[in-house]
């Protein structure tokens, strides 16, 4: 059937790319292919169980408060980990945050630079 044929080529035309508007998203780092990392699905669910009991309302530690995207943009800076305080507190050889916990483990604090790095999107 000929509809059928006109489907199957589009959607091998999706499947390659060829979509239009497909310019590659903009990598922070070029030698290393990374996956983009979601706000919603990975950081905020870690600052949720390991950080946001101390970190939220009146009584937020040290006025920090992490419970929401707004929240946590305002100790991060956009594009560069290392310049994030809050990816400083969680991160080295002896992290500050989570206050009275195991570190995060590093595949956690990866995941924590990969977002800040790709832009700390809303996403
Ligand atoms: C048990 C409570 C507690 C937990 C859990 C906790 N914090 Fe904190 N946080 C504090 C306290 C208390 C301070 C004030 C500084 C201090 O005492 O070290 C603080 C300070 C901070 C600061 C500001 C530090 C500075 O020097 O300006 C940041 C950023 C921060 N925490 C991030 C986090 C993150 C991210 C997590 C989760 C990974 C987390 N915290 C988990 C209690 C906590």
Redesign the pocket.
Known sequence: MKLGVVGAAASLAAALGCGGGSKAPVAASPAEAVQEVSFSAFIAP??AT??V???TGERA??G?K?ASYEEVIE?VVPGDADSS??YE??SGPQP??????AA?PERTQQLFRDWINQGAKNN
Not at 96 to 101: A, R
């Open positions: 870690v600052l390991k950080c009991r101390c970190h530690a040290d920090v992490l100790h305080h809050l507190m969680i500050k945050m989570p206050k009275g916990s995060l």
